[in-house]
Nanobody
Framework: QVQLGESGGGSVLAGGSLRLTCKTS????????IAWFRQAPGNGRRRVAV????????TYADSVDGRFTMSRDNSENSVFLQMNSLKPEDTAMYYC?????????????????WGQGTQVTVSS
């Protein structure tokens, strides 16, 4: 069983930055597919960034590409989401998720492990 825990959310003004952290329970870092999702009120969970197994670079949703950067530090058993140039439409609960497989599907139903989420609120 993999446990995930997010931190780093908060309230910022538009144009500001936040750095989210996802701590995993796996020593030396989780080696499977790991991703960041977000869920705004009334919407489903949508993937914003994903790092496949063995990858050092992430891929991003079009809505955040160029503003968000996902990275990992296996020595800290953590992955990060650096969010810059934040917009009010980035307001959501952000979740870290992982799946056991090697294929990183976009659907949240394919991810077996989830953190509790951290709230990000961006005001104009």
């Amino acid at each position: 069983q993999v446990q995930l825990g997010e931190s780093g959310g908060g309230s910022v003004l538009a144009g500001g930055s936040l750095r989210l952290t996802c701590k995993t329970s796996v020593d030396n870092g989780y080696r499977g597919c790991i991703a960041w999702f977000r869920q705004a009120p009334g919407n489903g969970r949508r993937r914003v960034a994903v790092m496949p197994p063995g990858a050092i670079y992430a891929t991003y949703a079009d809505s955040v590409d160029g503003r968000f950067t996902m990275s990992r530090d296996n020595s800290e058993n953590s992955v990060f989401l650096q969010m810059n140039s934040l917009k009010p439409e980035d307001t959501a609960m952000y979740y870290c998720a992982a799946n056991r497989g090697a294929y990183c599907a976009e659907s949240p139903t394919t991810y077996q492990y989830w953190g509790q989420g951290t709230q990000v609120t961006v005001s104009s």
